[in-house]
């Protein structure tokens, strides 16, 4: 089991930054994969960015070149930089963590880029 808190979602200008951190307590050691997900208001949930144990990071085409997945071994936190923020990059963001094939998920954080 792992239980992760994310934090530093808010509201941010069209073309402004923001840096989302998610913390990792628990069976941290049997992590596969760290990512971030999120959800717009009346879309599914997709995967933004993930970082697996020892792998290549992967991103949705959608925020290539714009956000950067980060992990940070020694404090158990995974990052996500957003720069050139979009107001299609509105939604509320959830850590994910994978180990033994099952989803740990958190409560998630609300970004908002207004139009």
């Known amino acids: 089991q792992v239980q992760l808190v994310e934090s530093g979602g808010g509201l941010v200008q069209p073309g402004g930054s923001l840096r989302l951190s998610c913390v990792a307590s628990g069976n941290i050691f049997s992590i596969n994969v760290m990512g971030w997900y999120r959800q717009a208001p009346g879309k599914e949930r997709e995967l933004v960015a993930a970082?697996?144990?020892?792998?290549?990071?992967n991103y949705v085409d959608s925020v290539k070149g714009r956000f950067t997945i980060s992990r940070d071994s020694a404090k158990n936190t995974v990052y996500l930089q957003m720069n050139s923020l979009k107001p299609e990059d509105t939604a509320v963001y959830y850590c994910?963590?994978?180990?033994?094939?099952?989803?740990?998920w958190g409560k998630g954080t609300l970004v908002t880029v207004p139009s």
């Open positions: 994910n963590a994978v180990l033994f094939g099952m989803n740990s």
């Open positions: 970082a697996p144990s020892g792998g290549n990071t």
